[in-house]
């Protein structure tokens, strides 16, 4: 007696599913109770039925439904349907009755095709063929269906293939198990969303178990430390200040700079017409020469001086943009600044900066990893948490079975009259009793002992399975560890924030690369100058030398300073262009300043908005079946699809049956009578 009632409380764990203990109470109207809404499903997915399973406590029960029929699965109370209206007098203190259900709408568009060697077939026409086999999963939302189960619940939805019949199975997405000898294949979607998922096998005679789906709604808690990443925000928008000040310091600089150009150009205009009075006396020439040879060495002590300055101003600003960029500082000189800039032009490089990018945030995402690694084991761990139940229980498998086998041939033999229960108990001790339990379990499918199995997880306690999941967490390997790990990073690695800072930086070291070789075309164009300016300053001490030397060379002086008057009103005019465009830069900087300045408010609404599409639709329960229903605990959903078979002859004789006991009718549910 004892082993008939564990497996039947195995039984009905596996009926009900997911649903939870609900307290005995006397029923308000309508009555409090849960629904588990079971949907048959065709091989394509699309609704063949739904019936519903309501679960009452003892009393007098009202309920809403549009059914087409009803009946008590577990007592044998009357109950009475008066349109949308079912009462019943509960006599037991959990009481089940099931509605069969008029409509065939549900939450969710359910579509799988079938697919052998790129031709389509239906499930009927694929049964039995053999080649390269590819099924296509598809699950969108049905608007015609109301109550927001689509957005507050999630589905869970596993394929079995039989590794007899099917190898090199792929199946991008979902989570693959060993159960026996098949495959199980898992998708986990979640509220909100859908999927679209393809699998792939080479199969020979090709057959499919039913497809499971289960709907319960989902409600996690997830919390996230974003202390490290608003650091890192709070130092962005830092730097983006200390850009805006160097602009603003850039655009001063650029400013003094074009007012000494515009004295400088006056300087070079009364120069040449200097040398062209000059060349009205010799005499003249030779005193002006003289006191002007007297001021080259501060002449061009200052034009190098300033030269200095250009360089140590251009060192400044670049350095800063180089920080931004990631690149390491560097020193400017009028001697080096040529190849010192083409070294920088050439590390500004798209694939360098992706390279230096792509390093630097591997490195911070295993860091946050690193400090995250047992909350992952443990998620790990609690996401395959069915597969670990099921492999657990398959350990106890043939014991099950035999379990299951007796009690459906114990209950056999006292419905028929056979034998009385004792008598029935004490032949299942017996040899040949023991005999029948063996070849029952011998007869019994592969689908069967799945869901023995099944239900067998189902009624494990939740002390058990902490117990059976500290085991699996306790057992982890340093290798397993660190794949979890790994894998972990690499899904950071590919997210949109991670491959927009890449991305960003990239971008940015090409605008970078840009101010580079403008800074480098000023400095040459500075250097043009002083180099002229150096040549000038020769000339006129060569012509201190000598009024004779000084007069023969009289013209080409004048021509010289000609063309370093043209010269200094190019650089002047260059000089303005570099002040224009510090000042827009400035006018830039300003606006990123402002546009960054609320950017850790704008992350915050990002992670929590993220967050929210994570943490489920808590809202308050509604019915599937009617919304007169008001009082309902919880809602779920078990979907099944019509197995993938061959047409085969049963060739087994009809059996006259008799009224069904509730214990047979929950072995029929599973297919055991």
């Given at each position: 007696?004892?082993t008939g009632?564990?497996?039947?409380s195995?039984l ?8 939870m ?6 029923a308000a109207v309508?009555s409090e109770k849960?629904?588990?809404i079971?949907?048959?499903l ?16 003892k009393g007098?029960?009202?309920d809403y439904?549009?059914?087409?029929s009803?009946?008590i ?8 349907q008066n ?17 069969k259900?008029k409509t065939t709408?549900?939450?969710w568009?359910?579509s799988i095709?079938?697919?052998?060697d790129e031709?389509?077939y239906?499930?009927?026409?694929i049964?039995g063929?053999?080649?390269r086999?590819?099924i296509?999963f598809?699950?969108?939302?049905n608007t015609?269906c ?6 507050g ?6 394929f079995?293939l039989?590794?007899?019949?099917c190898?090199g199975?792929?199946?991008p997405?979902?989570?693959i198990?060993n ?10 979607i ?5 999927i ?5 096998a080479n199969?020979?005679d090709f057959e499919?178990d039913?497809?499971?789906i289960n ?11 974003d202390a490290?990443l608003q ?7 830092g730097?983006v ?6 602009a603003a310091?850039l655009?001063?600089g650029?400013?003094?700079l ?7 150009s006056?300087k070079?205009v ?9 060349a009205?006396?010799?005499?003249d ?5 003289s006191a002007?040879?007297?001021q ?17 101003a ?10 931004a960029n990631g690149l390491?500082?560097?020193t400017?000189?009028?001697?080096t600044?040529?190849a ?14 992706y390279a230096?990018a792509?390093?630097s945030?591997l490195?911070?995402v295993s860091?946050?990893?690193d400090q995250q690694?047992?909350?992952l084991?443990?998620g ?10 099921l492999?657990y229980?398959h350990?106890?498998?043939q ?5 299951v ?5 114990l209950?056999q033999?006292v419905s028929d ?5 004792q008598?029935a108990?004490?032949w299942?001790?017996t ?15 592969e ?5 023995i199995?099944s239900g067998?997880v ?5 002390a ?5 999941l500290?085991?699996a ?5 340093d290798e397993q560890k660190?794949q979890i790990?790994?894998?972990y ?8 924030e991670?491959?927009?800072?890449i991305t960003?930086a ?6 970078a690369a840009a101010r ?5 075309g000023?400095?040459?164009?500075y250097?043009?100058f002083?180099?002229?300016l150096?040549?000038?300053t020769?000339?006129v001490?060569?012509?201190?030398d000598?009024?004779n030397?000084?007069k023969l060379?009289?013209?080409t002086l004048?021509?010289s300073?000609?063309r370093?008057?043209a010269s200094?009103?190019?650089l002047d005019?260059?000089?303005?262009e570099?002040?224009?465009g510090?000042?827009e830069?400035?006018d ?6 402002d ?19 994570l943490?489920?639709d808590t809202a ?13 605990d919880?809602?779920?959903f078990?979907?099944q ?8 002859i049963?060739?087994a004789?009809?059996?006259?049956e008799?009224?069904l006991?509730?214990v ?7 297919g055991?009578?």
């Amino acid at each position: 007696m004892n082993t008939g009632k564990k497996i039947l409380s195995m039984l009905l764990a596996a009926i009900l599913l997911f649903s939870m203990a609900a307290p005995a109470f006397a029923a308000a109207v309508p009555s409090e109770k849960e629904e588990v809404i079971y949907i048959n499903l065709k091989a394509d997915g699309t609704v063949e039925d739904i019936y519903a399973v309501n679960i009452f406590g003892k009393g007098d029960i009202t309920d809403y439904g549009d059914y087409a029929s009803v009946g008590i699965l577990n007592t044998d109370d009357e109950i009475t349907q008066n349109g949308d209206t079912i009462t019943f007098t509960a006599s037991a203190d959990r009481t089940y009755y099931e509605g069969k259900m008029k409509t065939t709408d549900i939450p969710w568009n359910i579509s799988i095709s079938y697919f052998m060697d790129e031709k389509q077939y239906s499930a009927d026409e694929i049964a039995g063929k053999s080649g390269r086999l590819k099924i296509c999963f598809r699950v969108t939302e049905n608007t015609a269906c109301g109550g927001g189960f689509f957005d507050g619940y999630a589905l869970q939805a596993a394929f079995t293939l039989d590794t007899d019949r099917c190898s090199g199975i792929a199946a991008p997405g979902a989570t693959i198990a060993n159960v026996g000898k098949d495959k199980q294949l898992s998708y986990t979607i979640l509220p909100g969303e859908g999927i679209d998922a393809v699998i792939t096998a080479n199969v020979t005679d090709f057959e499919m178990d039913a497809v499971s789906i289960n709907g319960i709604p989902l409600s996690l808690s997830v919390e996230l430390d974003d202390a490290e990443l608003q650091d890192k925000i709070d130092e962005l928008i830092g730097a983006v200040a200390d850009l805006d000040q160097g602009a603003a310091d850039l655009n001063d600089g650029a400013q003094a700079l074009s007012g000494a150009m515009d004295a400088l150009s006056e300087k070079t205009v009364e120069l040449n017409s200097g040398t062209g009075r000059i060349a009205g006396g010799a005499a003249d020439l030779y005193g002006g020469l003289s006191a002007l040879a007297a001021q080259n060495d501060p002449l061009t002590g200052a034009a190098w001086s300033a030269y200095v300055g250009l360089c140590s101003a251009s060192e400044e600003v670049l350095n800063a943009q180089l920080s931004a960029n990631g690149l390491s500082a560097v020193t400017l000189t009028p001697e080096t600044y040529s190849a010192v800039l083409q070294g920088v032009l050439a590390q500004l490089g798209a694939d360098e900066i992706y390279a230096q990018a792509y390093k630097s945030a591997l490195q911070t995402v295993s860091a946050q990893v690193d400090q995250q690694a047992e909350a992952l084991y443990a998620g790990y761990i609690q996401a395959n948490a069915d597969s670990i139940y099921l492999a657990y229980v398959h350990g106890q498998a043939q014991a099950l079975y035999a379990q299951v086998a007796a009690q459906a041939i114990l209950e056999q033999l006292v419905s028929d009259g056979t034998m009385d229960r004792q008598q029935a108990e004490a032949w299942l001790q017996t040899a040949e009793g023991e005999a029948q339990v063996a070849r029952t379990v011998a007869n019994m499918s592969e689908e069967q002992k799945s869901q023995i199995i099944s239900g067998a997880v189902a009624g494990l306690s939740d002390a058990e399975k902490q117990q059976i999941l500290q085991g699996a967490l306790a057992s982890l390997t340093d290798e397993q560890k660190t794949q979890i790990r790994s894998a972990y990073i690499q899904q950071q690695m590919a997210g949109d924030e991670v491959t927009a800072g890449i991305t960003a930086a990239v971008a940015q070291s090409g605008e970078a690369a840009a101010r580079v070789a403008e800074l480098k075309g000023q400095l040459d164009s500075y250097g043009a100058f002083y180099k002229a300016l150096k040549e000038y300053t020769d000339a006129v001490g060569s012509a201190a030398d000598g009024a004779n030397a000084l007069k023969l060379n009289l013209d080409t002086l004048y021509e010289s300073t000609g063309r370093l008057n043209a010269s200094v009103g190019q650089l002047d005019a260059a000089v303005k262009e570099l002040y224009a465009g510090t000042d827009e830069m400035k006018d830039g900087t300003g606006k990123f300043a402002d546009e960054t300045a609320d950017m850790r408010g704008q992350v915050d609404e990002q992670i929590d908005s993220m967050l929210e599409s994570l943490t489920g639709d808590t809202a308050e329960v509604v019915s599937f079946v009617s919304e007169k229903n008001t009082y309902v605990d919880s809602v779920q959903f078990v979907l099944q699809t019509e197995a993938v078979k061959s047409q085969q002859i049963d060739s087994a004789g009809s059996v006259t049956e008799g009224p069904l006991t509730f214990v047979q009718k929950l072995l029929r549910l599973f297919g055991l009578y």
